[in-house]
């Protein structure tokens, strides 16, 4: 059963914006963080940012100025500006929580036309 939907990404030229949703299910509860990695082709998923209890952000230098978390109860945002060909990639949403630990998404291409 899916537990994170997410939601937002697409193809869009570079300058351009988008911006990414993941809802978690009513089943996550007691989530400590909600996160967004990226996987591009060939390599390792990386952190892009994350919010913790508490509101405190995280952002990787990549898109630090870009890029900006956020968190409405059980859905993360993240809109993302002057996107670069450099970000495409496979977004997938992540969650940590006190019973379940760590529920991936499915993620959502996001790629970024030179």
């Known amino acids: 059963q899916v537990q994170l939907v997410e939601s937002g990404g697409g193809l869009v030229q570079a300058g351009g914006s988008l911006r990414l949703s993941c809802v978690a299910s009513a089943r996550i509860v007691s989530i400590n963080a909600m996160g967004w990695y990226r996987q591009a082709l060939g390599k390792q998923r990386e952190l892009v940012a994350i919010?913790?209890?508490?509101?405190n952000t995280m952002y990787a230098d990549a898109v630090k100025g870009r890029f900006t978390i956020s968190r409405d109860k059980n859905t993360v945002y993240l809109p993302m500006n002057s996107l670069k060909p450099e970000d495409t990639a496979v977004y997938y949403c992540?969650?940590?929580?006190?019973?379940?630990?760590?529920?991936w998404g499915q993620g959502t291409q996001v790629t970024v036309s030179s």
């Open positions: 919010i913790i209890r508490g509101g």
């Open positions: 992540k969650t940590t929580s006190d019973y379940r630990g760590d529920d």
